[in-house]
């Protein structure tokens, strides 16, 4: 091998010979050009990198073609690995939007519920959930008495639970 590459035009005369037969193998094995041409360069760069340890024992073509099908199957395997990684990603990604739907429309079902409420019921009921303000504070703002604010409180939780499914309710208010 040291005797081929034993000057700087030995290995450009080896590589202008060799590179596109080498690249059109590649292509019939992997369908990409680009990849093509990156295997075959990448191997005469390894090659010229390491051209003192490198000892061929067969042909110098043979060799050349066996090192190019071998990237290419390492290639292939590489190509397979990211898909299957990049799949996975995807129905990860579908499976979180999904999840994103099914809380927005969990969300949606309590609210429509929520706006079902008689106005007084749900007024009182909305400051104590989503204002979290104390029965006291409700009763002082709406000069009515605490034990309005309670009873109007435990209606409310009491036609929700009736209006949706248990495990909604014991989610979105306990």
Known sequence: MSDLFSTIQSFEKAFEEYYPG???????????????????????VY????????????????????????????FQRKQLTR?????????????????LLTETE????????????????REIFTLNRFEDLTNDE????????KRTVETQISKALKILRSSLDPKTFFVFFI
């Open 83 to 99: 898909e299957k990684y990049e799949a996975e990603l995807k129905i990860k990604d579908q499976n979180e939007y999904r999840d």
């Open 138 to 145: 409700i009763a002082k703002r709406l000069n009515i008495s």
């Open 106 to 121: 969990f969300e949606e079902r309590v609210y429509r519920e929520i706006n079902k409420l008689p106005e007084r019921c």
């Open 47 to 74: 090659l010229y990198e390491n051209k003192e340890r490198i000892e061929i024992k067969e042909s110098f073509k043979g060799y050349l073609f066996s090192a190019v099908f071998n990237r290419c199957k390492s």
């Open 22 to 44: 080498l690249v059109a193998f590649a292509y019939k094995q992997i369908n990409s050009l680009e990849a093509s041409e990156d295997i075959v360069q990448e191997l005469f």
